[in-house]
């Protein structure tokens, strides 16, 4: 029985599908040895799969409502946030193609890559991130995270607006806040204080963007095949108690850089 229990562990398997067939032949498991030596003898590796266990079914699949492990393992597949972390810690192009800091810390300006796209097609644009950042931080939506963006202008007191007991300055008009699509492709972020840290906080799930579909469609996070996203990969199968499966996003704007 102990080992039948172990067996319901969530499964999330990744599959690149057939756009990566050229990563097999001779050099098959290059890039990922554990995964090309482990699986060498089922196919994952020439298949272009990879399995990783969740310890728990994902609580939610919405960025503004996330506040666990297994949901932001999900979601750094399926979003990018205005820069990406790689694996040395640093922060590196994602929506934002670049950014400028003011002297004083206090103003970030955020050029977006014209090529990134949401899984449908449309173009991501400065206004997406308005939108998003703007409903994580609405009362109602109550995001646990809400606080990761006080550091911006105005949001704490817009996100405590309705809250009796808070004695800062409060915000009842998110134009107050700082942020603001000030172009298409351009997204300016005014800070309370200098952080230094904020560039990298950019890549957390709170600061996502959503598809304003979202806002209309009560499904878009319950029915994966509603969900439109914008990373790396999209929702193929979700299977509730046993495995989620996602497959690669050809559409997004660094596509040839995914893979095993």
């Known amino acids: 029985m102990k080992r039948k229990s172990l067996l319901v562990l969530l499964t999330l398997i990744l599959a690149f599908g057939t756009v990566l067939a050229a990563c097999g032949s001779k050099n098959e498991g290059t890039g990922n040895t554990d995964t090309g030596s482990a699986n060498e003898g089922n196919g994952l590796a020439k ?7 969740l310890s728990a079914e994902p609580p939610t699949l919405d960025p503004a409502q996330a506040k666990d492990s297994q949901t932001n393992t999900v979601l750094k597949f399926l979003y990018e946030g205005l820069v990406r972390i790689d694996a040395d810690g640093k922060e590196q192009a994602g929506v934002a193609k670049d950014w400028k800091i003011s002297e004083d810390g206090l103003k970030y300006v955020f050029n977006l890559n014209p090529d990134a796209k949401w899984s449908n097609g449309d173009a991501i644009t400065a206004e997406d991130f308005v939108r998003s950042w703007e409903r994580a931080l609405k009362p ?11 550091y911006i202008k105005g949001a704490e007191g817009y996100n405590l607006s309705k809250d009796e007991t808070y004695k800062g ?3 009842t008009d998110f134009s107050q806040v700082g942020v603001k699509a000030t172009d298409e492709h351009t997204l300016e972020v005014t800070l309370e204080n200098p952080t230094p840290y904020f560039l990298g906080l950019t890549a957390f799930y709170t600061y996502y963007p959503v598809h304003a579909s979202a806002d209309t469609n009560d499904k878009f996070f319950t029915d994966y095949k509603n969900m439109i996203v914008n990373g790396p990969f999209v929702m193929d199968q979700y299977s509730k108690g046993q495995k989620i499966v996602v497959k690669k996003n050809d ?10």
């Open 169 to 171: 300055t409060k915000v």
């Open 251 to 260: 559409g997004y704007h660094a596509a040839a850089d995914i893979k095993l």
């Open 140 to 150: 109602e939506t109550a995001s646990p995270y809400a606080y990761q963006l006080y």
């Open 47 to 53: 298949d272009q799969i990879l399995k990783i266990n």
